[in-house]
């Protein structure tokens, strides 16, 4: 990492890049600098930002524009560009142009900024976290996506308005692919420590899990125009957070496993240890029969894009 202040290059100026954007400078986190094909969108977005930084006294530079040269020694790669999600859509409709995207993103990025660690929010985020890895060739963990920090924080704030409780006494987090498959762990979530079981009764608790994972889905038809950008861009802010201040933070990211949970030669939504150098370590749970199966059939339903795309194999420095 660079001396002197840190520097995140965001991918895409849409409302996610923004609001990525946004929430990295209200932290202090670091400079941005902000990128899109679209030139003047990004320029605007930036000066926009750039302009409330007085007023809420925060030291952060925001440059924005479509030139690559812009991510010159960036610390942090985040990619939120991409097409977004319509009413009646999944993730996995957006599988060949947003591969397409990325994959011309990633390419052009790590030229600019070789050693930069590498998040990915563009969905199906699983399968383009595979792809930007294998099209930059960089170590598996400096390159890794969000979908779990996001799904864990749409739990708890199910969880915390269903229990009538504080959201700071939720503790949840969800694993597998970022889709209908994903697994919230019941059984490793709590409220103050309890069990969710003290607080709501197993049909409220089922209701909440089938919320999680259609979570995405509901606001992008309730939006109509778009899809979730506010917690997504919260989400890789906390991630970006994790690695610039080498924080150590034990959070569910979508990693590379290399035989953990049984599994090879994939990205999927795990337990991470995140630091300075992104993910340094894939954490593994203790598994009931009925959580791994789900957590295999998660598995399986990333495998199936990878392989229609044809990029899986291989392997990362």
């Known amino acids: 990492m660079r001396a002197g202040r840190a520097k995140v290059a965001v991918m895409g100026a849409g409302a996610t890049g923004a609001a990525t954007a946004h929430w990295i400078a209200a932290k202090e986190i670091a400079d941005i600098a902000l990128i899109d094909v679209a030139e003047g969108l990004a320029k605007g977005k930036a000066l926009d930002l750039y302009e409330a930084m007085p007023i809420e006294d925060l030291d952060v530079r ?16 985040v990619i939120t560009a991409g097409v977004g999600r319509k009413p ?23 030229e600019r900024a070789p050693d930069a660690v590498y998040i990915v929010l563009t969905n199906p985020v699983d399968v383009l976290t595979y792809a930007v890895q294998k099209t930059t060739g960089l170590p598996y963990g400096r ?64 209701r909440i899990v089938a919320r999680t994972r259609g979570g995405g889905g509901e606001i992008v038809s309730l939006l109509q125009t778009g899809s979730a950008f506010y917690a997504p861009g919260a989400a890789i802010a906390a991630m970006v957070e994790a690695v610039l201040r080498d924080k150590r933070r034990v959070i569910p990211v979508v990693a590379h496993l290399d035989g953990e949970y049984g599994e090879r030669d994939i990205y999927v939504g795990v337990p991470a240890l995140v630091g300075r150098n992104g ?32 990029i899986a194999g ?4």
Do not use: C, W
């Open 143 to 206: 390159v890794f996506g969000q979908a779990g920090v996001l799904d864990s924080t749409r739990f708890r704030t199910f969880v915390a308005e269903a229990a009538g409780v504080s959201v700071e006494d939720v503790f949840a987090f969800v694993m597998g692919g970022h889709g209908d498959d994903m697994v919230p762990l019941v059984r490793y979530s709590t409220i103050g420590g309890l069990p969710l079981e003290k607080f709501l009764d197993r049909d409220t608790i089922d």
């Open 314 to 317: 291989g392997s990362g420095r």
């Open 62 to 77: 925001v440059e924005g524009g479509g030139d690559y040269r812009l991510a010159e020694g960036a610390d942090v790669v």
């Open 88 to 110: 009646g859509q999944s993730r996995d409709d957006l599988l060949r142009v947003n591969y397409e995207i990325v994959a011309s993103v990633a390419r052009q990025a790590v």
């Open 279 to 310: 993910v340094e370590r894939v954490l593994e749970v203790d598994f009931t029969p009925e959580e791994a199966a789900a957590f295999r059939r998660s598995v399986a339903s990333v495998r199936g894009p990878l392989e229609s795309l044809g």
